[in-house]
């Protein structure tokens, strides 16, 4: 017994120590974000710019002009990109689960590509908004798709809606797409997500849901690890299981659908990254969420950084490198070893 | 020099074209086509239909490279009755091509690429219906223009009529003003740009034909570093937008939402005359005749009085 929790003890250490590795990697990856771009910028002017700023330097304003938000937007959209996913794969039971498997991406492109077709719009700024509600809706019909019938909301009917909904959106995508030249050129670049020219005021204006969708995933931690143990034995241990599964599922539209409004449909971060996570954390999801949630955004900030400096003068968006990483990544992930179930 | 040398000839005789001809054209690349009667159902594709419908020549039909209400080109045309056959770059519709029986298609050639207008597809859809002709796009707009002149004179255009005289003294009345401007302030450089939300690409002159236009009245462009594999055009980054400090900018028009992009990037006013609000239309690609010339050239005009008004002390 006395053992049995030294082990744990030791565990908590382990892995209390391997997040504030995790932490420090990332500043580090934050750092180096603000010191890499096109314009080589000497690492002490960096350093005055963040510590002294002044406006009238150009060094300083590209720093925070331009560097700072899409340093501070690949964060956020990172960590909501790994929480939503992390999530996501503990409440369908699905190792697969990532937000363009449940009509999420999906939902958010249909409304961005409506907004240009339709609604004329041109603007960055504007897509967000048109993002976020496409991004809740699709998830809303996924959700009362999947809740016909009378077990409710099942994770392989959650995943078939969603696969399901998902085929539909991008045939009516595909079919403006194709028919309006102008709507595609418009959106190319949104669609294959980018964290380049996202002004400061994107970042302002996603915060809050993402805050209340971070509360909102933590708060849900206790309850995956019941769904884990699939639905019989979580209703055996008093837990209501559509009440967990809702909670989840709202958090990772509010994650998924704010960090799609700010940098576009982003693949593979988080599907892989939950799965990594889980790698070193074993069970729990008392720590696959704040794993997580600091992997992710290593990942997308490493691969942004990849993606200025491997094309010059041109650059990668982020959305390529993420995937080009990702996927392999993922193959070598599932040859290596079983994946534990989520 | 690419500068076209195309003759149109209303009546021809003693050549190797068929006796019977009495309408006939010819590029510079030689090929001649040859009908036996003067066309009138012409199919012309949106840049041709600019440069003819002013000068009094309408076609039956038009394969446009977008949505017709894009297309700067087709603005401020009277295009009743015309049916649009397409709307789409590579794309025409060809049934409706076939049933308007064309004459002839008239398209411009572009050199550079050895494509007409519409592309390959285009080409191969609608040349079995008709024989495909047209100007050839050179060194400047100008020129352009007088081929569509002779080609729809020989179309049996009145070009004395009196629109279309109008039309071009306005554009000399225009062009002298410019002229003027740019004389009075030969210290300016301009700098012709598109905006990305990726990256701000600047424009070398010899790749436009109405830059080309711009620098021969006096106008000094920029012209920028071109990586030999991307064309005419210079990508910068938008941490390097203060590349180059030109007053005026000049920003392609053919979409408003391209200086909309400008002025949302943070960097764009890193360019002082940007900052200034100094960033005036670039007509670039689209202009074919002269009504429209008139007015993008008055913009011009009014963008080097305020720069120049800003260099003086």
Redesign the interface.
């Known amino acids: 017994m006395s053992e049995g929790v030294g082990n744990r003890a030791k565990k908590t250490a382990r892995l209390t120590s391997g997040l504030l590795l995790l932490g420090l990697t990332l500043a580090v990856i934050a750092m180096l974000s603000l010191a890499t ?3 080589a910028i000497p690492l002490e002017n960096v350093w005055t710019a963040l510590v002294d700023f002044d406006p009238n330097a ?1 060094e300083h ?2 720093i925070w ?2 560097r700072m938000p899409r340093t501070v937007v690949g964060l956020m959209v990172g960590a909501a990109l790994g929480l939503a996913g992390a999530v996501l794969q503990g409440a369908t039971r699905n190792p697969l689960a990532d937000p363009s498997i449940l009509g999420i991406h999906a939902g958010a492109s249909l409304a961005v590509v409506l907004g240009v077709a339709v609604l004329g719009m ?4 504007t897509y967000a908004w048109m993002a976020f509600a496409g991004a809740g809706a699709a998830m809303l019909v996924v959700y009362s798709v999947a809740s016909l019938g009378r077990e409710g909301a099942t994770p392989v009917k959650l995943a078939l809606a969603g696969a399901a909904i998902t085929a539909v959106l991008h045939s009516i995508i595909n079919a403006i797409l194709l028919t ?3 709507t595609l050129d ?1 959106i190319r ?1 949104w669609q294959v997500g ?1 964290l ?2 996202r ?1 400061m005021d994107i970042a302002l204006q996603v915060a809050p849901f993402l805050t209340v969708g971070m509360i909102l995933a933590f708060a849900t931690a206790r309850l995956l690890d019941g769904l884990s143990m699939g639905d019989d034995v979580a209703r055996a241990l008093g837990q209501r299981i559509g009440l967990a599964r809702g909670m989840a599922g709202l958090a990772a539209v509010i994650l998924a659908g704010a960090s799609t409004a700010a940098a576009g449909p982003i693949a593979f971060v988080g599907l892989t990254v939950p799965h990594v996570a889980r790698a070193i954390t074993g069970t729990g999801y008392r720590w696959i969420l704040p794993y997580s949630m600091l992997l992710a955004p290593i990942l997308l900030l490493g691969a942004d950084v990849l993606g200025r400096v491997i094309a010059p ?3 990668v ?1 982020v959305g390529i490198v993420t995937a080009f990483l990702g996927a392999p990544f993922f193959i070598a992930l599932v040859r290596r070893r079983k994946l534990a179930s989520p | 020099m690419l500068r076209s040398t195309m003759v149109a000839l209303a009546v021809f005789a003693g050549s190797a074209l068929p006796a019977a001809a009495r309408w006939s054209f010819v590029g510079n690349d030689g090929e001649a086509v040859a009908l036996d009667e003067t066309p009138v159902r012409i199919i012309a594709s949106q840049d041709a239909a600019a440069g003819l419908i002013p000068l009094g020549i309408r076609p039956v039909g038009i394969y446009a490279d ?2 017709v209400a ?1 297309a700067k080109v087709l603005q401020g045309l009277d295009l009743s009755g015309i049916e649009i056959i397409g709307q ?2 590579g794309e025409v519709d060809i049934e409706k091509a076939a049933a308007l029986e064309p004459d002839p298609i008239i398209g411009e050639h572009r050199p550079l690429d050895n494509s007409w207008s519409g592309g390959d597809d285009v080409v191969a859809a609608l040349s079995p219906l008709a024989p495909l002709t047209g100007p050839i796009q050179g060194y400047s707009i100008l020129t352009l223009i007088e081929d569509y002149e002779a080609l729809a004179q020989s179309l049996g255009a009145d070009l004395s009529a009196s629109d279309v005289a109008a039309d071009q003294a306005e554009f000399e009345a225009a062009l002298s003003k410019l002229k003027t401007a740019v004389a009075a302030n030969r210290d300016l450089t301009a700098l012709a740009v598109w905006a ?4 701000l690409y600047v424009a070398a002159t010899e790749g436009s034909s109405e830059l080309m236009n711009f620098a021969s009245w006096g106008l000094n462009l920029i012209d920028p570093e071109v ?1 030999e594999d991307r064309g005419y055009w210079e ?6 937008a ?1 590349q180059y400090q030109p007053d005026p900018i000049l920003v392609d028009n053919r979409s ?2 391209t200086m ?2 400008a002025l ?4 764009w006013t ?1 360019m002082k005359a940007a900052e200034a609000g100094r960033a005036t239309d670039w007509p670039a690609f689209w202009l074919r005749n002269f009504a429209a010339y008139v007015s993008e050239l008055d913009k011009l005009t009014v963008a080097i009085h305020a720069a120049g008004a800003n260099l003086a002390p």
Do not use: V, Y
């Not at chain 1, 041109?122 to 700024?125: D, V």
């Not at chain 2, 990508?235 to 390097?240: A, F, G, K």
């Not at chain 2, 949302?264 to 960097?267: C, G, P, V, Y």
């Open positions: 771009g096109a314009r150009t304003r590209i002009d331009l041109t603007q960055l700024s309006s030249p102008r418009e670049f980018s380049s020219g002004p003068p041109g650059e968006q | 977008s949505a894009d789409s770059w990305g939300t990726d990256a990586a990508t910068l980054s938008w941490e390097n203060d408003e939402a909309e992009t949302a990037q943070r960097t890193l």
